[in-house]
């Protein structure tokens, strides 16, 4: 997940880390070397996410991760989002 300059700073305070402590533990260069992602777990998840798939910092979390999963999907977020199945899950009444 690409973090902004901005929204490292939140994330950061909210986690009482400096921007640079964020920057070293919490992130890594993208894959097309343009900006810097979020750290994720082996299974692709993301770290911030709970057991129970709840997000631990849901109050500062990334725009990108607000706009899931109205403006973007992944191949395999049906695979990983639990949430995700449920809500397609869902059909609306007639």
Do not use: Q
């Not at 979390?61 to 607000?66: E, G, H, L």
């Amino acid at each position: 997940m690409r973090v902004s300059d901005a929204e490292i700073s939140r994330i950061a305070v909210s986690l009482h880390m400096s921007e640079a402590a964020f920057i070293e533990n919490e992130t890594e260069v993208s894959p097309d070397r343009k900006g810097l992602i979020l750290k994720s777990r082996e299974d692709g998840s993301c770290v911030y996410l709970t057991p129970d798939n709840r997000c631990m910092i849901h109050e500062v979390k990334p725009d990108k991760c607000r706009t899931f999963p109205f403006d973007w999907v992944n191949p395999d977020s049906f695979d990983v989002c639990a949430a995700l199945r449920e809500h397609a899950a869902i059909k609306p009444e007639v």
